[in-house]
């Protein structure tokens, strides 16, 4: 008699377990040290960041990126002026036209008078597929910082990338 209740009951909670989900949200920065513009004011830089200890890589559902922050840290001569974008690509990627490599966030023109100086970037629509391979595979991703600036430039910054991940619970 409780064997034609359990099995049932067991049954309905692995349905309801399996459509759980629950939620985190992790950040990966991006640290680029003596990036120097071209001749023509443009700069390009790249950073390899690692998301291999992320908690439940190995039960991704989605990925959301919440947020970016870009700091300039330092600069050779201020005021700096100048208009940005941050991409991401897989792993061995070595320029924003490589297979895969997706726009995720730009900025105008912004002029920094001091350092540190933080600067607005707007949200791209690029795909997070890029940072989800990576927690399925290896762990390993770029990010790329490009743009150009006013005048010739070397400088620093900081970028993260604030990422939500909704997994599966079963």
């Known amino acids: 008699m409780l064997r034609g209740t359990i099995i049932p009951a067991l049954a309905m909670l692995g349905l309801f377990l399996s459509g759980c989900t629950g939620s985190t949200e992790f950040s990966v920065t991006g640290e680029f040290y003596g990036v120097s513009t071209t001749a023509n004011q443009q700069y ?3 950073y390899t960041a690692d998301v291999s200890d992320t908690d ?3 039960k991704v559902k989605s990925l ?9 840290t330092r600069a050779t001569s201020l005021p700096m002026t100048g208009s940005g974008a941050i991409w991401i690509g897989p792993s061995g990627s070595t320029s924003t036209t490589s297979a895969g490599v997706v726009q995720v966030g730009s900025w ?9 100086d933080s600067i607005a970037v707007t949200l791209g629509s690029g795909s997070l597929s890029v940072i989800e391979d990576a927690l399925k595979g290896n762990g390993i991703f ?8 006013t005048t ?8 993260v990338l604030h990422v939500k991940l909704t997994y599966n619970i079963i």
């Open 44 to 46: 390009s830089a790249i």
């Open 56 to 58: 439940h890589a190995d």
């Open 64 to 72: 959301e990126l919440v947020g970016i922050d870009a700091t300039l």
């Open 108 to 116: 105008p023109t912004h002029t920094s008078s001091a350092v540190p």
């Open 142 to 149: 770029v990010v790329f910082l490009t743009g150009t600036t």
């Open 152 to 159: 010739s430039q070397n400088f620093d910054a900081n970028v």
